[in-house]
């Protein structure tokens, strides 16, 4: 690995290139934006030219970020393109009775409204197609979309969503994921039981462990709902062409899987369907799957335009996916000295109002759950349930962060009842290369107990217990 | 409609709005500086700085109309024909930059401190560039990058260039 | 008073989807001056994955990394792939990039051999020449090959590959099985500074020690450590969507939704764990997720370690550590006899 200096040099300043500065206008003639772009390309070394890997490659894309000139969704126009804005639930259950968008439509400068009922396959999703493009008829979180307005400017599509009134019937509504488990819970996908997905990994005998531990120990963790905050808002712009093809632009991590999930939402062949994903500003996790397409893409085609719709920072947080809250109790028996034996793992996530990646967070999560350690006897399990709040879905790290800061938490709580420094106690457990992980696969490339001990060099751990 | 006129990366640009119309508004969907980016629309992310007379400013918060009369530089005009800003430069060769879509609120809130404070610490950094959220890069790379960048401007070689921005901000 | 406080944390975490099949397909096209062009359907958001594909090409080729373009992103143009997602661009995508390469180069080895006159098996791709093995002097550069293949031969030197991480399906009963292909390990320590009068936490300093296998480019590794930590921090101390009663969110905004700015991050120390993994791209594994998975726990550890007080809820803001501490002095007082 070369390491760089990391301050800029003499030297990584060439000589003469000297600067001007752009807003010195007052003393220079007038600048106009550069019109060829500086050409510094990195010419390697000759030895060095064939290590393309592991070197401090410059991003080529780096150098139009800093000029302004990457072109993300919002930054791309086409002639006659229509602005779209939806309009949210803002109850966080209940059944569309009515729909009025007569308001909205007699507005000068609206091209196209648009409603569920219109959506010839309105559900989608990567496990289950649980989820609507627009609500219809039931609303199952406030941020569901329940109409989208096409027009040509995009405060026009904002006035005009004002517009739309919508007569809701309330129906029940279930916020706490362990109330919603209850057989008498309100079923917000009925008939199907609240509880949508489970896991079990289960390896040895954990009653038999705890039984031969020297002390129990048992934990309760629970963590909140997060947003991923991309800086660039999901954004997307569908076109047809005259031969009933459509493309699409949009901020998709995933374009393969959007693509499925489009041409089957509008009922079109594959091949009709061209999905560009334009350089992402910011993902997250939050970005892996399809929001708002199906919808413009039907405007377009009421509208006969381009349409382009850009979330605001609002629809953002109530109608993006989100990260899992998880409500998590770890009960681990232990040897005087510190070894675990026994450790079981039950884990609540909510699963807000549709599945999303949840299936996935959970799979993952009760495969971590017991940490990278060496334990005989392990019992996790894992629940996802549906709410009435925002989706949850793919956050960077699936469901790990939430566990580790639970099996991390309880793990220095046994070393400090046990009075074993926090590092020693991990090193006496982790995993080694060949270990048997709790799903029993023989683990390779192992190396926490490298990282244990680089970390605690590098930082400049002192012992104490 | 309000008329206004702007100097914009150096050029006269006038436009004929809406009194509502942000300056935000006025550069990218009028003039086509779409290097500006929204990303809040209400002041709290900065994704849409730019400097107006010096200051750096969220242009979605400042009305067109304010900005009438008023020298503006966008990250369009912070490289200069062929050569790049040393900003711009530090921050492609440490790779301070991810997904971007921060980057030229970002370099234009550390301009406008640079401008200010030839020797900033990290911590007037951290605090100069406070309210450009970044949520890719921690900003460890984008501060260092700063100071880099500050180094670069110091040294004795740039003088011509310094004389040329102290005459620029008489 | 301000008390100090340091706790650790590691995890392991995997690489590609749970079970089931996450493949990618790659194109390497070797262009007439010994350029290189890939095709892929992953989409760069934001990490660096197009310059590190681009850097497997290039080595997998004997080319430098400014020789390759890299195509992403295209329905109609780039070939299937799963996407940026599950930390599996480096590892699967890079894999299904370097067999293209692999089957670009064979063109250009078997092209190359009468020209050397050596047998394809003899040569190897370097410094952009494509060179007998252990006699370097005795080669052709790879852009006279690539043309040769194409105008002579009229075999273009372009590979295509797939690649999929091998798995074995999890029994339902008891969850044993292979779900994912390779695991990376990763530790952080954090140093806090807790206010015990006011509950406030500064993190000073987190140094992380993560392994990705070989890193493909250091600088994006350690961007990707930098960026994951500070979402960390922010779901340890500050983010949380909070909803009414009726299940509307009341802070759906930047202005009450609290991340992590510049001033709240520490200072980061990024360690690499020297490690190679032989089923990924020059022994390559990934990082992105896994940036952030320890920093919570580190955090929270460390403030359990400045004052002495558990928080097992998350955010841990300042309100719920000084109700805590409160708690625990409350419960000390208590236990002093009268």
């Known amino acids: 690995m070369t390491d760089e200096p990391k301050t800029l040099t003499r030297e990584r300043i060439a000589v003469g290139d000297m600067w001007r500065y752009a807003d010195d206008a007052r003393s220079l003639p007038a600048a106009v934006p550069p019109k060829t772009l500086p050409s510094e390309p990195l010419v390697p070394q000759p030895g060095q030219q064939t290590l393309a890997v592991g070197q401090r490659v410059t991003r080529p894309d780096s150098r139009n970020h800093g000029l302004g000139r990457t072109k993300y969704i919002d930054d791309l126009a086409f002639p006659g393109m229509l602005f779209a804005k939806f309009k949210r639930a803002g109850i966080a259950s209940a059944r569309i009775m009515r729909i009025d968008t007569s308001a909205a439509e007699a507005m000068p400068g609206v091209m196209a409204v648009l409603t569920g009922n219109e959506i010839p396959v309105n559900s989608f999703g990567p496990t289950f197609q649980d989820q609507p493009v627009l609500a219809d008829p039931i609303v199952r979180h406030a941020g569901d979309g329940v109409a989208a307005v096409a027009a040509v400017t995009e405060q026009i599509a904002a006035e005009a969503v004002e517009k739309i009134t919508v007569d809701y019937e309330p129906l029940p509504a279930v916020f706490d994921p362990l109330e919603a488990m209850r057989d008498d819970a309100y079923k917000i996908h009925a008939p199907n039981s609240n509880i949508y997905a489970s896991k079990v990994v289960r390896r040895g005998d954990v009653d038999k462990g705890f039984a031969q531990s020297d002390q129990i120990f048992e934990g309760r963790f629970t963590t909140q709902m997060v947003e991923h905050v991309p800086l660039e808002p999901h954004a997307a712009i569908a076109e047809w062409d005259a031969n009933g093809r459509l493309t699409v632009w949009a901020t998709i991590g995933r374009i393969t899987l959007a693509r499925a999930d489009l041409a089957r939402t509008l009922k079109l062949p594959m091949n009709r369907v061209r999905l560009i994903g334009t350089f992402v500003g910011g993902n997250f996790g939050g970005k892996n799957e399809i929001s708002q397409e199906p919808a413009l893409a039907l405007l377009s085609k009421k509208a006969g335009r381009p349409v382009k719709g850009v979330f605001t920072r609002n629809d953002e947080f109530i109608s993006s996916t989100t990260r899992h809250p998880f409500i998590m109790e770890y009960k681990t028996g232990v040897t005087k000295d510190g070894r675990i034996l026994a450790r079981s793992v039950r884990l609540i996530l909510d699963g807000g109002a549709y599945c999303s990646w949840s299936a996935t967070t959970l799979g993952k999560a009760c495969i971590l759950a017991s940490g990278p350690y060496k334990i005989d006897n392990v019992h996790s399990e894992a629940h996802v349930i549906y709410t009435n709040k925002t989706m949850t879905g793919a956050m960077r790290g699936f469901g790990a962060p939430q566990v580790c800061f639970a099996y991390e938490s309880h793990m220095d709580d046994i070393a400090k009842a046990l009075g074993i420094d926090p590092l020693e106690i991990r090193l006496r457990n982790v995993f080694d290369e060949g270990t048997s992980s709790p799903t029993g696969q023989v683990l390779h490339s192992v190396v926490v107990r490298e990282s244990l001990r680089n970390a605690a060099d590098r930082f400049g751990w002192e012992t104490r217990s | 409609m309000t008329d206004v006129t702007i100097t914009v990366n150096g050029s006269v640009r006038s436009a004929s709005v809406p009194p509502e119309t942000t300056l935000l508004k006025l550069l990218r969907d009028v003039f086509q500086l779409t290097g500006t980016k929204l990303g809040c629309d209400v002041g709290d992310c900065g994704a849409c700085t730019v400097l107006v007379d010096g200051m750096a400013v969220n242009a979605c918060l400042m009305l067109a109309a304010q900005a009438d009369g008023r020298q503006v530089l966008t990250i369009e005009g912070l490289a200069m024909k062929d050569r790049l800003h040393p900003l711009q430069k530090v921050f492609e060769e440490s790779g301070a930059l991810q997904c971007g879509f921060c980057g030229p609120g970002m370099l234009l809130s550390a301009k406008a401190l640079l401008d200010d404070n030839p020797d900033p610490s990290s911590h007037d950094i951290r605090d100069a560039l406070a309210g450009n959220l970044c949520r890719c890069t921690g900003y460890s790379k984008i501060v260092e990058a700063v100071q880099d960048a500050a180094r670069a401007m110091r040294d004795p070689r740039t003088e011509d260039t310094r004389q040329l921005e102290m005459h620029g901000h008489d | ?338």
Request: proline content about 7%; hydrophobic content about 40%.
């Open chain 3, 1 to 338: 008073m301000k008390r100090r406080g340091r706790g650790i944390a590691c995890m392991w975490y995997p690489i590609g989807f749970t079970v089931d099949a996450n493949p990618s397909a790659a194109v390497v096209k070797v262009n007439e001056d010994g350029t290189a062009t890939v095709l892929t359907g992953t989409v760069e958001t934001g990490q660096g994955s197009l310059t590190v594909l681009g850097q497997i090409a290039a080595e997998a080729l004997g080319i430098a990394a400014d020789d390759v373009h890299v195509v992403s992103a295209d329905t109609d143009v780039t070939p299937m792939d799963t996407g940026a997602i599950a930390s599996r661009t480096t590892y699967v995508t890079g894999n299904a990039i370097r067999l293209a390469a692999e089957n670009a180069k064979a063109i250009l080895f078997e092209t190359a051999g009468p020209m050397l006159q050596v047998m394809p098996s003899q040569l190897e791709a370097r410094d952009r020449k494509i060179q007998v093995k252990g006699f370097p002097q005795r080669s052709v550069s790879i852009g006279e090959v690539a043309k040769r293949a194409q105008v002579g031969l009229g075999r273009p030197p372009i590979g295509s590959a797939s690649w999929n991480p091998p798995t074995v399906a999890m029994d339902p009963e008891t969850g044993q099985g292979k779900p994912f292909s390779t695991y990376v390990y990763a530790t952080q320590i954090a140093e806090v500074e807790v206010d015990d009068e006011t509950g406030e936490v500064d993190v000073l300093r987190i140094v992380a020690s993560h392994d990705c296998g070989t890193p493909i480019n250091p600088m994006l590794v350690e961007g990707q450590v930098e960026g994951g930590i500070s979402m960390g921090i922010g779901f340890a101390l500050q983010e949380e969507m909070l909803f009414n009663a009726q299940g509307c969110q009341i802070n759906p905004n930047l202005t009450n939704y609290i991340m992590p700015t510049s001033l709240d991050m520490p200072e980061i120390v990024v360690d690499i764990v020297e490690n190679y993994d032989p089923t990924g791209p020059f022994g390559a594994k990934g990082v992105g997720e896994p940036s952030l998975v320890p920093t919570a726990a580190a955090i929270l550890n460390a403030i359990h370690d400045a004052v002495g007080v558990r928080i097992t809820s998350l955010p841990a803001t300042s309100e719920k550590i000084l109700t805590a501490i409160k708690a625990k002095r409350a419960g000390e007082r208590k236990q002093v006899p009268a």
